[in-house]
């Protein structure tokens, strides 16, 4: 795992730890070789897509261009989640951020 994904799993842990521990909250990034944030060839320069898997949801943020990214998801969302779930994704944009890609 590479050192932003590194910081960003581990303040979702530090924020959301009892989620964290009941596999409430978890995720998986992966990268354009589809290569997964655990595999050794994991490139977060090349990073394709963020999966987060909420309470049995599952929501996407995919890159789509440059510097844009997509959310997705297939799922109906509680009203009473949707402020763990923006926090969710401005602790995952504030890691993006950082990361040095190479679009190619």
Do not use: Q
């Not at 394709?48 to 996407?60: A, G, M, P, Q």
């Amino acid at each position: 795992m590479n050192k932003n994904i590194e910081n960003m799993v581990e303040e979702l842990k530090k924020e959301y730890p009892l989620d964290y521990k009941t596999e409430n909250i978890s995720i998986e990034v992966v990268d354009k070789n589809n290569n997964y944030d655990d595999d050794a060839d994991f490139d977060e320069s090349k990073l394709w897509e963020v999966r987060i898997f909420y309470r049995d949801k599952l929501f996407t943020l995919r890159r789509k261009y440059t510097d844009l990214f997509e959310i997705s998801d297939d799922n109906y969302l509680d009203i009473h989640d949707l402020d763990d779930l923006g926090n969710i994704i401005n602790i995952i944009g504030k890691h993006l951020k950082k990361i040095s890609y190479k679009w190619d």
